[in-house]
């Protein structure tokens, strides 16, 4: 058994891996940050009164949530540029990096509308009425009492949205993207597949301690923010 | 000072105010009694234009208001003039009570922060909650939590303040607290509008009391001509099913 | 090389991913099959605190969820391997290990992952099931076994079926990286034939639209069953 397992190839993995985890962190970063901004319009857009903005936004909502990462990852590769040639634009010289936020972006678009607009409706509409009765505008109620109420119902989904986003990323390295999972297929395909196991061991073992740090840090945020409000524990 | 005409109002097929005329001068404190459906709340809620009316036109000193096409300005000058505490009280869940009270002055009215919260300070203290500046509506049990929610109507210093069943989300024993401060601000001569079952604040405190059913107006007058003189036939129903058995009218 | 989509291929790729859904289907359903029970089993142990079980079952949630499925999927399918051929070599098993069909090893993934998912919309569910409920069936005289077939999990199962429909999808959606194990499913064999003359496009807009079915199906599905027990709820009301 020896010569198919020897946990020294774990230990040595980790100095291999880990400077590869800010690559993880941008692409996942950024696609954060497109992916909020296109939910927010999303979520305003299955709120509003438009039924046929609201039909674009469940349709859109459920074709994403219907598709697997790395289907989708591969249609925006190769669709695309695709649809771009069509039109006599070449794409063949852009990062493979634009193509992966794109994809998480949109995913993550689709996972935020919904919990946006859950967090937003879970709000007592009392609430509005007594702000705009005390002389606030919509907009200033909207922005000083809803807002940060809905933020606090919102912030434990946003930190599982986080999470999942981090872990689906993971597949970018299918089409050579040299993140900490990429790294990991790098050095195992280096090794002719040798010993796959004890780096596969490591790579877990940093997701794991990536997400009970995120976790930690949302639980930490939830406390700061929910003054006014009373929380529930879970054994 | 506050003069409504002829208020329409329907929810989808319901119509649930039916023409409502009402006057309310300066000092007055009036009474809305009757059974539920019959339009009381409403009626408030379409004062402030929580609800649009249907129809109807308010007279609020000089300005003329029509109710269906107020504009957001209107809407804005009359939400200066006319506060509302509600059944739920409604607090701002992620502020404190100080900071509940003071909000509508400091962005509604630009009153600025040191001056609001020296209003604040005196409204709470008016309704016995100088200890909870900086308690949080969680904290805080419903009496308490409705005192706050008169409180800041009170800071507002409106012409008006309307009350919309505040003591009927609430525990009997914390009842008292909350009727003893509206009292304590009728005295002071504020304007009130109070849409209540306590028959004994209508009693004691109201100068006016009005009857509703059904969307209108069966009946008003004052507390003595209701209570012990009522003309109408549905008046005297309703007073019989509210009031204890052995009281009398003297017809 | 601009041409416009392959559209016979577009038809033809569409049979041929469609032919990876029971595959997909084999392995959702076992892999719920062992996963519900289970999950719901070690939720009982977590809320209940029992000793030792309550803490692995914990650990294994937190690495389970903690970790990217494909993460998971190459942990097993490195690993299980190496111990099967040790088991074999120590009992003169004949098998090769190699010859084992790669869906046994998507049985174990699955239902592994499953079961970590399931455990935590089981514990938030039966604790929105007020504790009076189990009392109140120990003091009409019925058994624990009882109590829970007929009172505790109707009620638990109301709550978190919007969960698992959830976990159903992702568990579909999942069996895409079988391809990893070479498991012949939806997205590996419409591959395969877009390998063959470049089509890829074509051949994963008809992967999309299979896995769009699937699922829209799977939540029509859980709708229409999640109607039926919140009537029974509503008339017990």
Same mark, same amino acid.
């Given at each position: 058994?020896?010569?198919?397992?020897?946990?020294?190839?774990?230990?040595?993995?980790?100095?291999?891996?880990?400077?590869? #985890?800010?690559?993880?962190?941008?692409?996942?970063?950024?696609?954060?940050?497109?992916?909020?901004?296109?939910?927010?319009?999303? @979520?305003?857009?299955?709120?509003?009164?438009?039924?046929?903005?609201?039909?674009?936004?469940?349709?859109?909502?459920?074709?994403?949530?219907?598709?697997?990462?790395?289907?989708?990852?591969?249609?925006?590769?190769?669709?695309?540029?695709? #649809?771009?040639?069509?039109?006599?634009?070449?794409? &063949?010289?852009?990062?493979? #990096?634009?193509?992966?936020?794109?994809?998480?972006?949109?995913?993550?678009?689709?996972?935020?509308?919904?919990?946006?607009?859950? @967090?937003?409706?879970?709000?007592?509409?009392?609430?509005? /009425?007594?702000?705009? &009765?005390?002389?606030?505008?919509?907009?200033?109620?909207?922005?000083?009492?809803?807002?940060?109420?809905?933020?606090?119902?919102?912030?434990?989904?946003?930190?599982?949205?986080?999470? /999942?986003?981090?872990? /689906?990323?993971?597949? @970018?390295?299918? #089409?050579?993207?040299?993140?900490?999972?990429?790294?990991?297929?790098?050095?195992?395909?280096?090794?002719?597949?040798?010993?796959?196991?004890?780096?596969?061991?490591?790579?877990?073992?940093?997701?794991?301690?990536?997400?009970?740090?995120?976790?930690?840090?949302?639980?930490?945020? /939830?406390?700061?923010?929910?003054?006014?409000?009373?929380?529930?524990?879970?054994? | 000072?506050?003069?409504?005409?002829?208020?329409?109002?329907?929810?989808?097929?319901?119509?649930?105010?039916?023409?409502?005329?009402?006057?309310?001068?300066?000092?007055?404190?009036?009474?809305?009694?009757?059974?539920?459906?019959?339009?009381?709340?409403?009626?408030?809620?379409?004062?402030?234009?929580?609800?649009?009316?249907?129809?109807?036109?308010?007279?609020?000193?000089?300005?003329?208001?029509? =109710?269906?096409?107020?504009?957001?300005?209107?809407?804005?000058?009359?939400?200066?003039?006319?506060?509302?505490?509600?059944?739920?009280?409604?607090?701002?869940?992620?502020?404190?009570?100080?900071?509940?009270?003071?909000?509508?002055?400091?962005?509604?009215?630009?009153?600025?922060?040191?001056?609001?919260?020296?209003?604040?300070?005196?409204?709470?203290?008016?309704?016995?909650?100088?200890?909870?500046?900086?308690?949080?509506?969680?904290?805080?049990?419903?009496?308490?939590?409705?005192?706050?929610?008169?409180?800041?109507?009170?800071?507002?210093?409106?012409?008006?303040?309307?009350?919309?069943?505040?003591?009927?989300?609430?525990?009997?024993?914390?009842?008292?607290?909350?009727?003893?401060?509206?009292?304590?601000?009728?005295?002071?001569?504020?304007?009130?509008?109070?849409?209540?079952?306590?028959?004994?604040?209508?009693?004691?405190?109201?100068?006016?009391?009005?009857?509703?059913?059904?969307?209108?107006?069966?009946?008003?007058?004052?507390?003595?001509?209701?209570?012990?003189?009522?003309?109408?036939?549905?008046?005297?129903?309703?007073?019989?099913?509210? =009031?204890?058995?052995?009281?009398?009218?003297?017809? | 090389?601009?041409?416009?989509?392959?559209?016979?291929?577009?038809?033809?790729?569409?049979?041929?991913?469609?032919?990876?859904?029971?595959?997909?289907?084999?392995?959702?359903?076992?892999?719920?099959?062992?996963?519900?029970?289970?999950?719901?089993?070690?939720?009982?142990?977590?809320?209940?605190?029992?000793?030792?079980?309550?803490?692995?079952?914990?650990?294994?949630?937190?690495?389970?969820?903690?970790?990217?499925?494909? !993460?998971?999927?190459?942990?097993?399918?490195?690993?299980?391997?190496?111990?099967?051929?040790?088991?074999?070599?120590?009992?003169?098993? +004949?098998?090769?290990?190699?010859?084992?069909?790669?869906?046994?090893?998507?049985?174990?993934?699955?239902?592994?992952?499953?079961?970590?998912?399931?455990?935590?919309?089981?514990?938030?569910?039966?604790?929105?099931?007020?504790?009076?409920?189990?009392?109140?069936?120990?003091?009409?005289?019925?058994?624990?076994?009882?109590?829970?077939?007929?009172?505790?999990?109707?009620?638990?199962?109301? !709550?978190?079926?919007?969960?698992? %429909?959830?976990?159903?999808?992702?568990?579909?959606?999942?069996?895409?990286?079988?391809?990893?194990?070479?498991?012949?499913?939806?997205?590996?064999?419409?591959?395969?034939?877009?390998?063959?003359?470049?089509?890829?496009?074509?051949?994963?807009?008809?992967?999309?639209?299979?896995?769009?079915?699937? %699922?829209?199906? !799977?939540?029509?599905?859980?709708?229409?069953? +999640?109607?039926?027990?919140?009537?029974?709820?509503?008339?017990?009301?």
């Amino acid at each position: 058994m020896e010569k198919y397992f020897n946990a020294k190839y774990i230990w040595e993995s980790f100095p291999l891996l880990i400077p590869y #985890i800010k690559v993880t962190f941008l692409v996942a970063g950024l696609s954060v940050l497109f992916g909020t901004l296109l939910g927010f319009i999303l @979520a305003a857009m299955k709120l509003g009164n438009s039924k046929i903005a609201q039909i674009i936004a469940n349709g859109y909502t459920t074709a994403l949530r219907c598709t697997p990462s790395i289907v989708l990852l591969f249609l925006v590769y190769y669709g695309i540029p695709k #649809i771009a040639e069509n039109f006599g634009v070449n794409l &063949s010289d852009i990062d493979k #990096i634009i193509f992966i936020v794109i994809t998480f972006s949109l995913q993550f678009a689709a996972a935020m509308s919904e919990v946006i607009r859950s @967090a937003y409706q879970s709000i007592d509409r009392g609430q509005f /009425e007594a702000a705009v &009765s005390v002389g606030l505008s919509n907009a200033q109620a909207y922005r000083r009492i809803i807002f940060p109420q809905a933020f606090v119902v919102a912030l434990p989904n946003f930190g599982n949205s986080l999470l /999942e986003l981090i872990k /689906e990323g993971s597949l @970018a390295y299918t #089409i050579g993207l040299i993140d900490v999972m990429g790294k990991a297929s790098l050095i195992i395909d280096g090794r002719f597949n040798a010993h796959a196991l004890e780096t596969y061991l490591a790579l877990s073992i940093i997701y794991w301690v990536i997400s009970i740090a995120i976790e930690q840090l949302f639980l930490k945020l /939830e406390k700061v923010f929910s003054k006014g409000k009373q929380v529930i524990n879970p054994t | 000072m506050l003069e409504i005409k002829n208020i329409h109002k329907s929810f989808g097929k319901n119509e649930i105010l039916k023409g409502v005329d009402l006057r309310i001068d300066k000092g007055d404190v009036v009474v809305i009694l009757g059974p539920s459906g019959s339009g009381k709340t409403t009626l408030l809620r379409c004062i402030n234009f929580l609800e649009k009316a249907d129809q109807g036109h308010a007279i609020f000193g000089a300005a003329d208001v029509n =109710l269906k096409t107020a504009s957001k300005k209107q809407i804005h000058d009359i939400r200066q003039k006319v506060a509302f505490v509600f059944q739920n009280y409604n607090l701002f869940n992620n502020k404190t009570a100080l900071e509940n009270v003071t909000e509508g002055l400091i962005i509604g009215r630009r009153v600025p922060k040191a001056e609001a919260i020296e209003i604040g300070k005196k409204a709470l203290d008016k309704v016995g909650l100088s200890e909870k500046y900086h308690s949080y509506p969680i904290e805080l049990s419903g009496g308490q939590q409705q005192r706050v929610g008169i409180a800041r109507a009170v800071a507002l210093n409106p012409d008006i303040i309307l009350f919309d069943e505040p003591t009927s989300a609430l525990d009997p024993e914390l009842v008292g607290e909350v009727l003893t401060v509206m009292k304590n601000i009728a005295k002071e001569g504020t304007t009130m509008l109070v849409v209540t079952h306590e028959m004994s604040f209508a009693k004691d405190v109201a100068n006016r009391v009005v009857f509703m059913d059904g969307g209108v107006i069966v009946e008003e007058g004052s507390p003595k001509e209701i209570f012990t003189n009522p003309k109408e036939e549905r008046t005297q129903q309703f007073l019989r099913r509210v =009031l204890p058995e052995d009281y009398i009218f003297y017809i | 090389m601009s041409e416009g989509l392959n559209y016979s291929f577009l038809v033809k790729t569409f049979f041929t991913a469609l032919s990876g859904v029971p595959t997909a289907l084999i392995i959702t359903i076992v892999a719920l099959f062992i996963a519900l029970p289970l999950g719901f089993l070690l939720a009982l142990t977590r809320i209940n605190r029992i000793p030792v079980l309550h803490r692995f079952a914990q650990v294994y949630v937190s690495f389970v969820r903690g970790t990217p499925v494909i !993460v998971q999927i190459f942990i097993i399918y490195s690993s299980v391997p190496l111990v099967l051929t040790s088991i074999f070599k120590k009992f003169h098993i +004949e098998t090769n290990v190699y010859d084992i069909n790669p869906i046994w090893y998507a049985f174990i993934v699955f239902s592994l992952n499953t079961t970590a998912i399931l455990i935590e919309v089981f514990r938030s569910a039966i604790s929105t099931v007020s504790k009076g409920q189990l009392e109140a069936a120990y003091s009409v005289g019925l058994t624990n076994v009882q109590a829970f077939r007929r009172i505790i999990i109707p009620q638990t199962l109301v !709550v978190a079926l919007p969960n698992i %429909c959830t976990a159903t999808v992702n568990l579909i959606k999942a069996t895409s990286l079988g391809y990893a194990m070479s498991l012949q499913e939806i997205t590996l064999r419409a591959k395969v034939a877009a390998n063959v003359g470049y089509n890829y496009v074509e051949a994963y807009i008809d992967i999309f639209l299979v896995y769009l079915i699937l %699922c829209s199906l !799977v939540e029509y599905l859980f709708k229409i069953y +999640e109607k039926r027990l919140r009537k029974y709820k509503a008339a017990n009301a």
